[in-house]
């Protein structure tokens, strides 16, 4: 079965940078699209952006020009770039994935990213 270890979460303050990476093992095959959602207090959950394994993209609008998803398809692990971070990006982040070589979707735990001066 197929494991996601998420890292790279935080406390930084407003303009700062993190950068989140979700590692999929238990598969020999290459992760058709990998992406990440998340969720903060009091709001629904939302896709922040996707990445397929041909290089397509694609971002939430609130989070475009700012954050930047990255993949290394042989290692099946996707990261999140996130540059000049706004306290309303205060939230639990979520790495999701899916392809035909996966049984179903797999979800990660999750990895909390406060922004707070």
């Known amino acids: 079965q197929v494991q996601l270890t998420e890292s790279g979460g935080g406390l930084v303050q407003p303009g700062g940078s993190l950068r989140l990476s979700c590692a999929a093992s238990?598969?020999?095959?290459?992760?058709?699209?990998m992406g990440w959602y998340r969720q903060a207090p009091g709001k629904q959950r939302e896709l922040v952006t996707t990445?397929?394994?041909?290089?397509?993209?694609t971002y939430a609008d609130s989070v475009k020009g700012r954050f930047t998803i990255s993949r290394d398809n042989a290692k099946n692990t996707v990261y999140l770039q996130m540059n000049s971070l706004k306290p309303e990006d205060t939230a639990v982040y979520s790495c999701?994935?899916?392809?035909?070589?996966?049984?179903?979707?797999?979800w990660g735990q999750g990895t909390q990213v406060t922004v707070s001066s």
């Open positions: 238990g598969t020999t095959f290459t992760i058709y699209v």
């Open positions: 999701h994935v899916d392809g035909d070589g996966l049984v179903r979707p797999y």
């Open positions: 990445m397929t394994s041909t290089g397509t993209t």
